[in-house]
């Protein structure tokens, strides 16, 4: 069924938020509700389940938590050791932290508690801050499931189920852990679903863990936030590092993120940088959660411009001044692309995505074309200049770099010997050059009986 009277209009109050939640609403500067709120509150408020097509940015996260909020209030403060009277399921720690940051803003004074359960950090504290039970819990699913089997959560009270990003956890191969601990939930549960796109599985996942859900969907599949300006810089790999340092140079890119395709590239591009004369911190699956969040705070309070990043470990950042994404490369999945240009123009304000190409590339560039369903503007075309530009920071480099481009020390127009910059930028397939979120398969763990298992990163 498709929700299709969004009440647009109307504010937090006519939605049926009430009382104290209002006034938290007021003060974490939401004034009126965004269309994803307008549209899920209402069915959410009156018990029905919620499957929600919403794109990254668009207020996701009060729409499902106003209306639990709203019922856990009501409830009272009772609550039972190990339990979580409502499960949150994000796919990244990020992610999982912000909107237990978000839910902590919204229930400011309010007396409702809210834990963490994530891996990479101490289980410790968590298992700690379970103990007594609380009403909300944000979760990453692969540590959850092993607090579950082993006893120290319990999730049969958990009668509001929200899984966030369902793609993306599908994606990361959290699927049967997701599964795993819907099943876990009370029978009676509700179940919210909210996903930026909605490919076959995730509505099949949908049809087996929720019931007769009312559709909310803000904008169709695929499309990306019409204030953000795409284009396309066609450019061979071995040009790509030249080309974004000399984009770098400019000062207007006042707060960016670059999306490299696996860790080991984000490393790499780092390091260009920095060489480079930029500096810049980088976030991906095999830093540690405190270098994680170290980088993503640098980022956020702006003392870091430039952040390096891989699809998986940039999901769910929300820090709203980045000016603009760039693509160092095009991801694996067309999707992933709308997803990492949905890191600028949030919340309305302007951005800006380049995406930098490869010939190699041009099979992917168009499968994104498919699904944004839009042809991207050529803004610079690279492949006939083996020499982008003369090197803007070419002082900088260091002395013994002997393989450093030669661009200004050829006439003009004379095209490099071999592959033209000299430098071998991408060597090889390193063993771990995967794209991030491709794990080995693992074995399936069916359901919590069994043995003990390993403490694990979600
Ligand atoms: P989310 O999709 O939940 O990550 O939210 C994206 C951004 O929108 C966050 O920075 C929120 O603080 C902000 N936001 C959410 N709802 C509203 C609202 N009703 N009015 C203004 N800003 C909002």
Known sequence: MTNENIVESAGFAELGISGPLLKTTAGAGFDMPKPIQAGAIPPLLEGRDVLAVAQTGSGKTA?????????IIALGTKRLPKTARALILAPTRELAVQIEETIRVLTKGLHVSTALVLGGVSRFSQVKKMAPGVDVLVATPGRLVDLVREGEVSLQETRWLVLDEADRMLDMGFIHDVKRLAKATHRDRQTALFSATMPEEIAALAEGIMKQPVRVEVAPQGTTAAEIKQSVVLARTKQKRKILSTMLADEAMRQVIVFARTKHGADRVTRDLERDGFEAAVIHGNKSQNARQKALNGFRDG??????????????IDVPGISHVVNFDLPDEAESYVHRIGRTGRNGADGIAITLCDPTESAKLRQVEKIIRMKLPVAADHLDQPDPKPEPRAAMEPANDRNAPRA????QGQKPRGNGFGKKLFSGRPADDRPEGRKPSRPKRRGFGGRKPATRAA
């Open 63 to 71: 729409a499902f938590s106003l209306p639990i909020l709203t019922k």
């Open 303 to 316: 003392s870091v411009r430039i952040l390096v990043a891989t699809d998986i470990a940039a999901r769910g």
């Open 408 to 411: 200004d020390k050829r006439p």
